[in-house]
């Protein structure tokens, strides 16, 4: 049996006798109908993108979620329906497909596939998702490509009327390329609408010969207050662990208050953390307006 790059369409692998008929049922397994992959192999939200475009017979557009993957973009759910702008109003389980008007500068060639440009893309992500998830979809994308909000602005100003623009306008507000997870844009998201200033992403912090000691997640520079979220690879890569414990020791020596915070106090005492960033912004003089 020949090795076959997956998806694919069975159609066409059998027709090149790239595998036989026992074959494909044996070792394989359809993911949409028609297309295929191996059994037991872990599939990626590009994965999926590729097999919904398959499934399309090459015609569909890459959109949403799916086109963030293609662009690049991290953190999107594989098990996650993927999204397409086609004709075909009948998709199986897990695509979603959009008849969405796409004008011709609004869709790009990819690595053979056609998918929505990064500024469509973040137009439909700020506009169909929940706010939360939006702002961080678009993080994410901003990270991943060069979009900007002016972009994603310019294409609003060639789609009025269509639903979701007043909530894109408000995710627009709060997105920010720094974040480099969704939990460092749930935190920037709390921050925000607590009341606080809108932080700065990726600081760097330098001692006073310019050597960059510490980069920190956001915070306010003006202030030397500055915000870490601690994900699970700060404890289990020793290396980083290290580097978190030289790093952390230092702030302080540098006029920094450093709060960090978890994903479980997001989730479950946020007003520890937010009291927390209270006080170090208090103290430094920081005018309170929240």
């Known amino acids: 049996m020949?090795?076959?790059?997956?998806?694919?369409?069975?159609?066409?692998?059998?027709?090149?006798?790239?595998?036989?008929?026992?074959?494909?049922r044996q070792f394989h397994a359809a993911i949409y109908p028609g297309v295929w992959m191996p059994r037991g192999v872990e599939i990626s939200a590009?994965?999926?993108?590729?097999?919904?475009?398959?499934?399309?017979?090459?015609?569909?557009?890459?959109?949403?979620?799916?086109?963030?993957?293609?662009?690049?973009?991290?953190?999107?759910d594989p098990d996650a329906a993927a999204e397409l702008v086609h004709t075909n109003r009948r998709p199986p389980q897990l695509i979603a497909v959009y008849s969405d008007t796409l004008l011709p500068g609004e869709i790009q060639q990819l690595r053979g596939l056609a998918v929505t440009t990064p500024a469509r893309t973040a137009f439909d992500l700020g506009r169909r998702l929940e706010f939360t998830t939006a702002v961080q979809r678009i993080d994410a994308l901003m990270q991943a490509t060069d979009v900007k909000v002016d972009d994603v602005h310019a294409v609003m100003a060639q789609h009025g009327g269509v639903r979701g623009l007043k909530q894109l306008s408000a995710v627009l507000e709060l997105v920010d390329g720094g974040s480099e997870s969704p939990y460092e844009s749930l935190t920037r998201i709390m921050l925000v609408r607590n009341g606080f200033p809108r932080p700065e992403t990726q600081i760097r912090v330098c001692d006073d010969d310019g050597f960059v000691v510490a980069r920190l997640d956001m915070g306010w520079p003006e202030y030397r207050v500055g915000v870490d979220f601690d994900g699970a690879h700060h404890w289990t890569d020793p290396r980083q662990r290290s580097k978190d414990v030289e790093r952390y020791a230092r702030l302080p020596e540098l006029g920094w208050i450093d709060v960090r915070v978890t994903s479980s106090m997001l989730h479950n005492n946020s007003r520890v953390f937010l009291d927390r960033v209270d006080a170090a912004l208090t103290a430094r003089g920081c005018p309170r307006t929240w």
């Open 2 to 24: 020949q090795t076959v790059a997956w998806p694919f369409l069975a159609a066409e692998a059998l027709a090149a006798e790239a595998l036989t008929f026992r074959e494909l």
């Open 46 to 76: 590009v994965d999926r993108a590729r097999a919904a475009w398959l499934w399309s017979g090459r015609r569909g557009v890459l959109a949403g979620s799916s086109a963030s993957a293609w662009l690049g973009a991290k953190w999107i």
